[in-house]
T-cell receptor
Framework: QKEVEQDPGPLSVPEGAIVSLNCTYS??????FMWYRQYSRKGPELLMY????GNKEDGRFTAQVDKSSKYISLFIRDSQPSDSATYLC???????????????FGTGTQLKVEL | EAGVAQSPRYKIIEKRQSVAFWCNPI?????LYWYQQILGQGPKLLIQ????????DSQLPKDRFSAERLKGVDSTLKIQPAKLEDSAVYLC?????????????FGPGTRLTVT
């Protein structure tokens, strides 16, 4: 079993739709949860990060973490064609915990927002 | 603020040849990471430097891969000899400190094809 599981998609939605992207994980030491966006032939770009459980909102993006279920989500409201990219979840236990300082990534979900 | 620079952007070599990649992190970032991203997968950490010292190289195939970060700034990653399974995008990332791993900034990557 992989430490981080992510549905690879591809996911195709019409412009304006609400998009839900999800990851599950198995390592209970993970405390930092990140979402990266990666356009084709570019490096990943940090969208949001959350520490521990809870919600975080930034514009059209909302990140949710449910540590009891080991489940994280990214919601994109009013999706735009410019949101078409691969979305990677990543997580870490942090420098001071036994979870390790490194980031463990999911495989990424390919999203296409169509006009 | 200039981002993480990498070169070359693309490289094609034959198996058993050697190759080197270069990375210049964001100015002032003490922590530098090299990741391998195979097509359809998330980035996998190969090695992490703090200044010019190695913090984590547990997933670096040391029989063929080597990396250095002289003077704590630029870094090079070398593969010698290359295998077909080394075909991937090699991403360099940097952060201000190890504790701010959630603020990793990625370069555009070097796409390596081994034939």
């Amino acid at each position: 079993q992989k430490e981080v599981e992510q549905d690879p998609g591809p996911l195709s939605v019409p412009e304006g739709a609400i998009v839900s992207l999800n990851c599950t994980y198995s390592n209970s030491a993970f405390q930092y949860f990140m979402w990266y966006r990666q356009y084709s032939r570019k490096g990943p770009e940090l969208l949001m990060y959350t520490y521990s459980s809870g919600n975080k909102e930034d514009g059209r993006f909302t990140a949710q973490v449910d540590k009891s279920s080991k489940y994280i989500s990214l919601f994109i409201r009013d999706s735009q064609p410019s949101d078409s990219a691969t979305y990677l979840c990543a997580m870490s236990g942090g420098i001071l915990t036994g979870g390790g300082n490194k980031l463990t990534f999911g495989t990424g979900t390919q999203l296409k927002v169509e006009l | 603020e200039a981002g993480v620079a990498q070169s070359p952007r693309y490289k094609i070599i034959e198996k058993r040849q050697s190759v080197a990649f270069w990375c210049n992190p964001i100015s002032g970032h003490a922590t530098l990471y090299w990741y391998q991203q195979i097509l359809g997968q998330g980035p996998k950490l190969l090695i992490q430097f703090q200044n010019n010292g190695v913090v984590d190289d547990s997933q670096l195939p040391k029989d063929r891969f080597s990396a250095e970060r002289l003077k704590g700034v630029d870094s090079t990653l070398k593969i010698q000899p290359a295998k077909l399974e080394d075909s991937a995008v090699y991403l360099c990332a940097s952060s201000f400190s190890p504790g701010r791993l959630y603020e990793q900034y990625f370069g555009p990557g070097t796409r390596l094809t081994v034939t």
